[in-house]
């Protein structure tokens, strides 16, 4: 094998091997990276969802009593 019998071939070889083993490791930093993104996307989207569903429960909640107060049936 050339990179046993040559050093220039031999450093070159550890070379190509070391940048490879770094572009691995930052695809794998990159894609946790963006997977953490998007999971703090959707939590996010999510705790906003609860807080307008709360919203409207406590809206829904304020109409039912208005109309019990009122004397009308709500179910």
Not at 2 to 12: G, K, T, V
Not at 17 to 31: F, P, Q, S
């Amino acid at each position: 094998m050339l990179a046993q019998q040559d050093p220039i071939f031999a450093e070159a070889a550890k070379t190509i091997y070391r940048v490879t083993a770094d572009e691995r490791v930052r695809n794998h930093c990159n894609a946790r990276e963006m997977g953490e993104r998007t999971y703090n996307t959707l939590v996010n989207q999510l705790d906003e969802k609860d807080n307008q569903l709360n919203e409207k429960d406590k809206q829904l909640e304020y109409y039912k009593k208005l109309l019990k107060d009122h004397g009308i049936a709500t179910e």
